[in-house]
T-cell receptor, first 114, second 117 residues
Framework: AQSVTQLGSHVSVSEGALVLLRCNYS??????LFWYVQYPNQGLQLLLK????ATLVKGINGFEAEFKKSETSFHLTKPSAHMSDAAEYFC???WGTGFQKLVFGTGTRLLVSP | GAVVSQHPSRVICKSGTSVKIECRSL??????MFWYRQFPKQSLMLMAT?????????EQGVEKDKFLINHASLTLSTLTVTSAHPEDSSFYIC?????????????FGSGTQLSVL
């Protein structure tokens, strides 16, 4: 079955440090890939998405992700963490068209310490 | 940005009762809405796709008679958990799809935590 794996349910970084959240998917066929962020008591918000254009995708709030077909990965990074980045992050993949049939990872909670 | 309102945010009910969750698109029309369920420490799982004016399409393993979905208007979809049991306790999330010229966007509600006693 198609699946999405997010390594680490919790990631802790210091303010100003590099943020790296990992995401791997199970298929060799390049699908659509997404990263979402969820702040407390809010809905998921789209950070960025890959749709077979450039492999390095830039999103909002300084985040970016690189699609690596050979590694079936789509890791999310940010050069310098900010306190406001503390949230739950979800990787999602669609093997259909666009947003149809999204398959989500289990989420990674990012903790940012002063 | 577009807002999807999901209500209630939290509900506690007795076993055997039914619970209705509403998902509203506040400033746009959504022909398609999705319903997901998330168990603790697990990923969001798509339950069904709801299209305005037609029957919902359920994912494999989701009981359509237990999880009734109604999408009677372009701004409202409802999920009714019928005869709820403790194993139905979960976090339910809706999303609404907006289609524009050459693009589409998906907006999520903030979720409903259902606890069945």
């Amino acid at each position: 079955a198609q699946s999405v794996t997010q390594l680490g349910s919790h990631v802790s970084v210091s303010e100003g440090a590099l943020v790296l959240l990992r995401c791997n998917y199970s298929s060799s066929v390049p699908p659509y890939l997404f990263w979402y962020v969820q702040y407390p008591n809010q809905g998921l918000q789209l950070l960025l998405k890959y749709t077979s254009a450039a492999t390095l995708v830039k999103g909002i709030n300084g985040f970016e992700a690189e699609f690596k077909k050979s590694e079936t990965s789509f890791h999310l990074t940010k050069p310098s963490a900010h306190m406001s980045d503390a949230a739950e992050y979800f990787c999602a993949v669609s093997w259909g068209t666009g947003f149809q049939k999204l398959v989500f990872g289990t989420g990674t909670r990012l903790l940012v310490s002063p | 940005g577009a807002v999807v309102s999901q209500h209630p945010s939290r509900v506690i009910c007795k076993s055997g009762t039914s619970v209705k969750i509403e998902c509203r698109s506040l400033d746009f029309q959504a022909t398609t809405m999705f319903w997901y369920r998330q168990f603790p420490k697990q990923s969001l799982m798509l339950m069904a796709t709801s299209n305005e004016g037609s029957k919902a399409t359920y994912e494999q393993g989701v009981e359509k008679d237990k999880f009734l979905i109604n999408h009677a208007s372009l701004t409202l979809s409802t999920l009714t958990v019928t005869s709820a049991h403790p194993e139905d306790s979960s976090f339910y999330i809706c999303s609404a799809l907006v289609k524009g010229p050459g693009s589409e966007k998906l907006f999520f509600g903030s979720g409903t935590q259902l606890s069945v006693l």
